[in-house]
């Protein structure tokens, strides 16, 4: 059974901070991707890797960066969090090759205040 | 035009129903499409395939219609299990996954 954890399930932090938001997966899957989800705007691609070392910019990658240092870990940074940042982040995986099913972790509710 | 759109709803149908959603995408090299379902606080997850002839698992029937470039998702004797957002997924040709805002439905006792 597939399983993709986050770090954390709720987080509050100030504008200005650094925010490191963990994913980790445990099906040596080598796709790896970060989400942001807001209501009406559905699931939005920050980032994603194909491999270690490797990344990609999605379709909002402003104001995020990633590191991929190990297969099983994509990280998501927030280097100067800000107030229009708060949302539900999503990380997922999948093999490789791009038609295969993803799976998500259960999320993190960001809060930035 | 957004690339992937969907009626947010929400629909609101009583047990037993049947209900048909559909998704609409811009993008006319697309060549891959999933419907995945998400339940209120938790993550997305994979409801099913959609091929180009059509494609039905149990009570959940998934069309394509390339002509007119859409998808549709039926679901039928609803059950309340089934209330839900269901998401449209649409892969560009050489792209990543393109998500529908989604459509909530909410099946009524």
């Known amino acids: 059974d597939v399983k993709v954890t986050q770090s954390s399930r709720y987080l509050v932090k100030r504008t200005g901070e650094k925010v490191f938001l963990e994913c980790v997966q445990d099906m040596d899957h080598e796709n790896m991707f970060w989400y942001r989800q807001d209501p009406g705007l559905g699931l939005r691609l920050i980032y994603f890797?194909?491999?270690?070392?490797?990344?990609e910019k999605g379709d909002i990658p402003e104001g995020y960066s990633v590191s991929r240092e190990k297969k099983e870990r994509f990280s998501l940074i927030l280097e100067s969090a800000s107030t229009n940042q708060t949302s539900m982040y999503l990380c997922?995986?999948?093999?490789?090759?791009?038609?295969?099913?993803?799976?998500f972790g259960p999320g993190t509710r960001l809060t930035v205040t | 035009r957004k690339e992937v759109e969907q009626d947010p709803g929400p629909f609101n149908v009583p047990e037993g129903a049947t209900v048909a959603f559909n998704c609409t995408y811009s993008n006319s090299a697309s060549q891959s499409f999933f419907w995945y379902r998400q339940d209120c606080r938790k993550e997305p997850k994979l409801l099913m395939s959609v091929y180009s002839s059509g494609n039905e698992d149990g009570r959940f029937t998934a069309q394509l219609n390339r002509a007119s470039q859409y998808i549709s998702l039926l679901i039928r004797d609803s059950k309340l299990s089934d209330s839900a957002t269901y998401l449209c997924?649409?892969?560009?040709?050489?792209?990543?996954?393109?998500f529908g805002p989604g459509t909530r439905l909410s099946v009524l006792p």
């Open positions: 890797s194909y491999d270690v070392k490797m990344k």
């Open positions: 997922a995986s999948s093999p490789r090759g791009g038609n295969h099913e993803q799976y």
């Open positions: 997924v649409v892969i560009p040709y050489g792209q990543n996954f393109v």
